[in-house]
């Protein structure tokens, strides 16, 4: 009998230069041994200086894309990323919705690490309507969680409190990221609507972060295509982002992509 793999689609945008977006959603994928298929919802011409062009795709495109490979291959776990406008944000939550998709990452990308907006104003407030209620797990960073809730995330009991309020909003689980705290671990908060959990890695300092959401979205979504609970799955994407960061490439001139085979190096002897 042939042996059976699980299988993860991401909608996201491309990155030409391979650290962030589908790019990275894919290497991801490959590496943590989970077939990977795209739906592709614009290119940006991008590297790690800055992002040059965006061109977003016709929302049929996007559409066509996923029953493409539904119909077809089958998912056992999707993510989103990139998704330039609500167009696309709607033509996603529908296709999520009709063909029942077990497991959903959404990461709501809103700004590259260059400062770039790759999302216009109108979708990060239908991130909320469309997306939010068909997330098993929401994978904010700091100033994500900011324009989802309203609040300033200066404290752990504030971020507790984002937590409380974007699962109210219809995730089933949530992430708020810790790359962006000033200082300290990079301490990452998970909340089921029970429990708390806080996810530590030590913080490098290091320009070579570009990508890093979107690598530790689509480790999250390949834990859960391999049929893992979500907790669990947040935690062994925490040690690969954690690993990526650690050994960096040093490639182009600005914020650099992180390693994604790092993981197979030994950790503290590379
Ligand atoms: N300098 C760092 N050292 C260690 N871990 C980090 C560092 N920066 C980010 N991380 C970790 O990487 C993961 C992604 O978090 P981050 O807040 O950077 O996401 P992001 O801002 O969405 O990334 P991007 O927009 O570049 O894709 C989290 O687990 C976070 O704790
Ligand atoms: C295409 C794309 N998606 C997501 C990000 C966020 O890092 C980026 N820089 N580019």
């Known amino acids: ?124 407030l239908a ?19 900011e324009v989802l809730t309203g609040l300033q995330l200066d404290s752990m009991e504030a971020r507790k409190e984002a937590a409380r309020m974007i699962i109210g909003m219809g995730a089933r689980s949530v992430v708020i990221k810790g790359g962006h705290l000033p200082d300290g671990e990079a301490e990452d908060l998970f909340y089921d609507g029970q429990e708390f959990s806080i996810l530590s890695s030590p913080r490098f300092e290091t320009p070579h972060t570009h990508g890093t959401g979107c690598t530790f979205s689509a480790a999250i979504a390949a834990h859960l295509a391999k049929g893992e ?11 690969f982002i954690t690993a990526a960061i650690r050994h960096p490439l040093h490639l182009g001139g600005g914020h650099g992509p992180t390693n994604h085979w790092a993981h197979r190096l030994q950790e503290g002897k590379a």
Do not use: W
């Open 1 to 124: 009998m042939a042996p059976t793999i699980a299988r993860a689609l991401t909608i996201a945008g491309s990155d030409s230069g391979g650290g962030a977006g589908i790019q990275a959603d894919l290497k991801t994928f490959q590496e943590l041994e989970v077939f990977g298929m795209s739906a592709l919802t614009a290119v940006t011409a991008q590297n790690t200086l800055g992002v040059q062009g965006i061109y977003e795709l016709p929302p049929q495109a996007v559409a066509e894309q996923i029953d493409a490979v539904v119909e077809d291959l089958g998912v056992d776990a999707a993510k989103t990323g990139m998704i330039a406008n609500i167009e696309i944000m709607e033509v996603i939550a529908e296709k999520v919705k009709a063909y029942a998709i077990p497991n959903l990452v959404v990461d709501p990308v809103m700004i590259s690490k260059s400062g770039h907006s790759l999302l216009n104003e109108d979708a990060r």
């Open 229 to 239: 609970a979500v907790l669990s799955a947040v935690r062994q994407a925490k040690a």
């Open 127 to 145: 991130l909320k309507r469309y997306l939010l209620p068909l997330a098993t797990v929401v994978t904010p960073n700091i100033p994500e969680a």
